[in-house]
């Protein structure tokens, strides 16, 4: 099997039926090997940095109604809340004074924030802090609207397609979403020319490994600048809710994995590893990943914007304990970065 993720390094990318015998038959060793080779990989790229972005959750209102997500719209038990302009400039303020150079705004499909608002906040956002990237989280869009927002000063756009199988994202999703517009959605992005990033969770419900390497052919198709895959943690109040949760070896497997096809990508390594494995975040870090997404939202919405049973929102997870994390990741070889980490052509 190394010889596989040899060739996986040299030509960035194996056939289907090679990545199904890699997903199905990996063992610890296996995984370690991989797990170096992404690591070299990441660090000729990047050096010991760890790119940090700071997140803001700015809405759990949602119209969609995902199988999933602990803030869809038939989840009556959540608390809804959006923040208004002031608090979003005023989280800002705090994770620039704390180093952070990105802000990412996050939230689900809520009707409240109209183009011309989210125009609005961009601008601002920008013409204070105009070092910094904005990235936003914002759902499917028109190309009118993805496009108001870059012009505006929008840098990145994160919107992750869950699985690039027809049958399997009907299985989490209501039929009124579609696979064929989200991929459309992502394509859009590019096109425009954002920095795009999608991504997918590890062991959803259904999930095939053929599944997982229709993901990774289509990663692979969209090239994308950012990756974002986590395990699938059920929510208590979906229809999931009795699932298992996703593994983290095959997270961190498949992180090293894409670290291989794309050398120079944004990995995070995301809450939700750090959600099932105390350690789980720097097991990210050491498969691979070069970024980390602190919660900059106000305290008191934390809580709030849970997609999955028991995520992470104090200690390392919280932007104001930067020097936590930065302790944990020198623990490990690493170095929180102030650098606002936009992506960069392969170095190597
Ligand atoms: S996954 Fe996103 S679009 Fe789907 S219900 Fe949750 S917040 Fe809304």
């Given at each position: 099997?190394?010889?596989?993720?040899?060739?996986?390094?040299?030509?960035?990318?194996?056939?289907?039926?090679?990545?199904?015998?890699?997903?199905?038959?990996?063992?610890?060793?296996?995984?370690?090997?991989?797990?170096?080779?992404?690591?070299?990989?990441?660090?000729?790229?990047?050096?010991?940095?760890?790119?940090?972005?700071?997140?803001?959750?700015?809405?759990?209102?949602?119209?969609?109604?995902?199988?999933?997500?602990?803030?869809?719209?038939?989840?009556k038990k959540v608390e809804r809340y959006r923040l208004n302009k002031d608090d979003i400039m005023s989280c800002c303020k705090t994770g620039y004074d704390l180093g952070f150079r990105t802000?990412?705004?996050?939230?689900?499909?809520?009707?409240?924030?109209?183009?011309?608002?989210?125009?609005?906040?961009?601008?601002?956002?920008?013409?204070?802090?105009?070092?910094?990237?904005?990235?936003?989280?914002?759902?499917?869009?028109?190309?009118?609207?993805?496009?108001?927002?870059?012009?505006?000063?929008?840098?990145?756009?994160?919107?992750?397609?869950?699985?690039?199988?027809?049958?399997?994202?009907?299985?989490?999703?209501?039929?009124?979403?579609?696979?064929?517009?989200?991929?459309?959605?992502?394509?859009?992005?590019?096109?425009?020319?954002?920095?795009?990033?999608?991504?997918?969770?590890?062991?959803?419900?259904?999930?095939?490994?053929?599944?997982?390497?229709?993901?990774?052919?289509?990663?692979?198709?969209?090239?994308?600048?950012?990756?974002?895959?986590?395990?699938?943690?059920?929510?208590?109040?979906?229809?999931?809710?009795?699932?298992?949760?996703?593994?983290?070896?095959?997270?961190?497997?498949?992180?090293?994995?894409?670290?291989?096809?794309?050398?120079?990508?944004?990995?995070?390594?995301?809450?939700?590893?750090?959600?099932?494995?105390?350690?789980?975040?720097?097991?990210?870090?050491?498969?691979g990943a070069n970024v980390v997404m602190p919660n900059l939202s106000p305290i008191s919405v934390r809580?709030?914007?849970?997609?999955?049973?028991?995520?992470?929102?104090?200690?390392?997870?919280?932007?104001?304990?930067?020097?936590?994390?930065?302790?944990?990741?020198?623990?490990?070889?690493?170095?929180?970065?102030?650098?606002?980490?936009?992506?960069?052509?392969?170095?190597?």
């Amino acid at each position: 099997m190394k010889k596989l993720i040899d060739q996986l390094e040299k030509e960035k990318i194996l056939s289907r039926k090679d990545f199904i015998y890699l997903l199905e038959n990996y063992d610890d060793e296996i995984r370690n090997y991989l797990a170096e080779k992404a690591r070299n990989i990441t660090v000729k790229q990047f050096g010991n940095k760890i790119y940090t972005r700071g997140l803001i959750e700015i809405s759990n209102y949602c119209k969609n109604d995902c199988y999933y997500c602990g803030i869809r719209c038939s989840n009556k038990k959540v608390e809804r809340y959006r923040l208004n302009k002031d608090d979003i400039m005023s989280c800002c303020k705090t994770g620039y004074d704390l180093g952070f150079r990105t802000f990412v705004m996050q939230g689900g499909e809520d009707n409240y924030f109209t183009d011309d608002i989210i125009v609005d906040i961009i601008k601002s956002i920008k013409d204070l802090y105009s070092d910094c990237a904005i990235t936003l989280s914002l759902g499917e869009k028109s190309y009118e609207s993805y496009f108001r927002y870059f012009q505006a000063g929008a840098d990145r756009y994160l919107l992750r397609h869950e699985t690039a199988c027809e049958d399997h994202y009907k299985k989490l999703h209501p039929h009124i979403l579609s696979l064929k517009n989200r991929k459309e959605c992502l394509f859009n992005l590019k096109k425009i020319g954002y920095q795009t990033g999608t991504g997918f969770m590890v062991g959803s419900p259904y999930q095939t490994a053929e599944n997982i390497v229709e993901d990774l052919y289509f990663i692979k198709e969209l090239s994308p600048e950012m990756i974002g895959i986590g395990p699938f943690i059920p929510h208590v109040d979906t229809p999931f809710g009795n699932k298992n949760s996703g593994e983290m070896n095959l997270t961190l497997l498949l992180i090293s994995i894409l670290r291989l096809m794309i050398p120079n990508s944004m990995i995070p390594t995301t809450t939700a590893l750090g959600t099932i494995h105390p350690n789980g975040r720097e097991e990210g870090i050491l498969a691979g990943a070069n970024v980390v997404m602190p919660n900059l939202s106000p305290i008191s919405v934390r809580k709030k914007y849970s997609l999955y049973n028991n995520k992470i929102c104090t200690k390392e997870e919280a932007a104001e304990s930067r020097n936590l994390l930065q302790e944990r990741m020198k623990k490990i070889g690493y170095e929180l970065s102030i650098d606002k980490g936009d992506f960069k052509p392969i170095i190597i």
